[in-house]
């Protein structure tokens, strides 16, 4: 029988906290910044080569990053990109704007199938919340590939 003194559910906390100041955020303006972010937050110049990762950036609207995650770690020739885990993080800290990251440890470029379907997947969706998915990298240990600059966002 069900009794509202039974706790029958978790109670969920929503809290999003900084200790910088916001004139300090760093503000990203291209996909070569974007990309010298990813690797120093978040990609391990010794593991970049081994397992694939994919990494989410968020942004406010002057493109100022407000915080990052790693979505997932993979194994050697993928990883998963949960559309509801990147938009859990977006929304749990407010953001307007996001950049997803994953790295191809084989050194290719070249997005596969399933890259290009989850950027247009995670593109619908933000579209959905005014959230709005900027670029989806795919860096390799030395260079990296724009989806943004090359026209597919």
Same mark, same amino acid.
Request: charged share 20%; proline share 4%; hydrophobic share 35%.
């Given at each position: 029988?069900?009794?509202?003194?039974?706790?029958?559910?978790?109670?969920? @906390?929503?809290?999003?906290?900084?200790?910088?100041?916001?004139?300090?955020?760093?503000?990203?303006?291209?996909?070569?910044?974007?990309a010298t972010y990813f690797r120093a937050k978040m990609f391990d110049s010794d593991m970049i +080569?081994?397992?694939?990762?994919?990494?989410?950036?968020? !942004?406010?609207?002057?493109?100022?990053?407000?915080?990052? +995650?790693?979505?997932?770690?993979?194994? #050697?020739?993928?990883?998963? +990109?949960?559309?509801?885990?990147?938009?859990?993080?977006? #929304?749990? +800290?407010?953001?307007?704007? @996001?950049?997803?990251?994953? $790295?191809?440890?084989?050194?290719?470029?070249?997005?596969?199938?399933?890259?290009?379907?989850?950027?247009? %997947? @995670? %593109?619908?969706?933000? $579209?959905?919340?005014?959230?709005? !998915? !900027?670029?989806?990298?795919?860096?390799?240990?030395?260079?990296?590939?724009?989806?943004?600059?090359?026209? !597919? @966002?």
């Open positions: 029988m069900f009794s509202l003194n039974t706790p029958n559910c978790g109670e969920v @906390i929503v809290k999003y906290q900084t200790s910088i100041p916001q004139k300090d955020f760093f503000k990203i303006q291209n996909s070569a910044q974007s +080569c081994f397992r694939e990762e994919m990494g989410l950036t968020m !942004l406010d609207n002057s493109n100022q990053v407000i915080g990052w +995650c790693r979505i997932s770690i993979g194994g #050697l020739t993928g990883t998963a +990109c949960d559309p509801r885990v990147v938009f859990f993080h977006a #929304l749990h +800290c407010g953001a307007c704007k @996001i950049i997803l990251a994953h $790295n191809h440890p084989s050194g290719t470029l070249r997005p596969s199938d399933p890259d290009i379907r989850i950027t247009e %997947k @995670i %593109k619908n969706a933000g $579209n959905l919340f005014d959230i709005q !998915l !900027l670029d989806h990298l795919i860096l390799t240990a030395d260079s990296y590939y724009s989806f943004a600059d090359e026209g !597919l @966002i």
